[in-house]
């Protein structure tokens, strides 16, 4: 009775091992490419900014690589692109970044017509 019970802990035990170990090489792929948004939009939020132009330029080259691997962008990051460009005196590239936030994004339409009556509002 005792070997029984042992032989069904050791299988038990073996099967989960073997599940760990499964899904521990797994590689997972993530829905979004998310390349250096997130410490773009660190630096931008924290560090007061930084420079704008470098940000655009990394954020720029974030959209070639995502092209490169067929990937899809993260919900924000043209958004954040957009205020980027405006910063930078590019009112058009930003009106762009944003239509495509709404595009990629229907549910950000609300804050992204928000961030175009604004800046009409402002005269940028």
Known sequence: MQSMA???????????????????CATQKTLYAWN?????????????????????????KGIEQASAQNAKLPPGYYAHLGLLYLNT??????IAAWNREKELFPESAQYIDYLM????????
């Open 6 to 24: 042992s032989f069904t802990r050791t299988t038990q035990l073996a099967l989960l091992l073997a599940i760990f170990a499964l899904t521990g």
């Open 36 to 60: 250096d948004y997130s410490p773009q939009v660190y630096q931008y939020l924290k560090e007061g900014g930084g420079s704008a132009d470098g940000q655009v330029l990394a954020l720029e």
């Open 117 to 124: 009556n604004n800046m009409k509002k402002n005269g940028s």
């Open 89 to 94: 005196g590019h009112s058009d590239q930003a």
